[in-house]
């Protein structure tokens, strides 16, 4: 059975750090494109990070660039997103999603990240 399933959020300060880890099962993850969504109250659903299959090919968006960092550990079939210099702006429910074309795309149930003084 496939599933992904996030962990790590939590209440933060500005400023703060965190580390989202999504844990896939019923996959290799190697195998699959690796993104980080979020969504935040009332907006849509934005990407936030990506890493390829092939080459580790690591991407953001322009307003996490140089404070998040996604990675991919294989032994344990496991991708991340480090977050540093957490602002309020950050503020979502974040989604791991898995992608191989053509069609296949899985997504986890999201956990909640909060950064707030």
């Known amino acids: 059975q496939v599933q992904l399933v996030e962990s790590g959020g939590d209440m933060v300060q500005p400023g703060g750090s965190l580390r989202l880890s999504c844990a896939a099962s019923?996959?290799?993850?190697?195998?699959?494109?690796m993104s980080w969504y979020r969504q935040a109250p009332g907006k849509a659903r934005e990407w936030v990070a990506i890493i390829t299959s092939v080459g580790n090919f690591e991407s953001y968006t322009a307003s996490v660039k140089g404070r998040f960092s996604i990675s991919r550990d294989n032994a344990e079939n496991t991708v991340y997103l480090q977050m540093n210099s957490l602002k309020s702006e950050d503020t979502a429910v974040y989604y791991c999603?898995?992608?191989?074309?053509?069609?296949?795309?899985?997504w986890g149930q999201g956990t909640q990240v909060t950064v707030s003084s």
């Open positions: 999603n898995a992608n191989r074309p053509p069609g296949v795309d899985y």
């Open positions: 019923g996959f290799t993850v190697s195998d699959y494109v």
